[in-house]
């Protein structure tokens, strides 16, 4: 699995096999125009940065640290965060 951040139009964090999913679940989800998408592909430690802050400063998240693990981990492509976030 791999790990995308979108920067604008609008911020996200996306988990996807590929660039092309990604952008996919961007549009479907996040944005539904393509145009000035920056996405770029990051880290697994990255993301995992990037969820888990995201979570602490957020109390509106009732998640373990297992399971945000166990999100990262499995396999479902999905957008993790979107918008709002400090990505």
Request: aromatic share 8%.
């Amino acid at each position: 699995m791999k790990f995308f951040k979108v920067k604008e139009p609008y911020s996200a964090l996306i988990k996807a096999n590929t660039k092309e999913s990604a952008i996919k679940l961007y549009l479907d989800e996040v944005a539904a125009d393509e145009s000035d998408i920056y996405m770029k592909e990051v880290s697994a430690i990255n993301a995992a940065v990037t969820y888990g802050v995201f979570l602490v400063e957020t109390d509106e998240a009732e998640i373990t640290k297992v399971e945000m693990i166990e999100e990262l981990e499995n396999e479902i492509e999905r957008v993790l965060l979107m918008d709002g976030s400090s990505l």
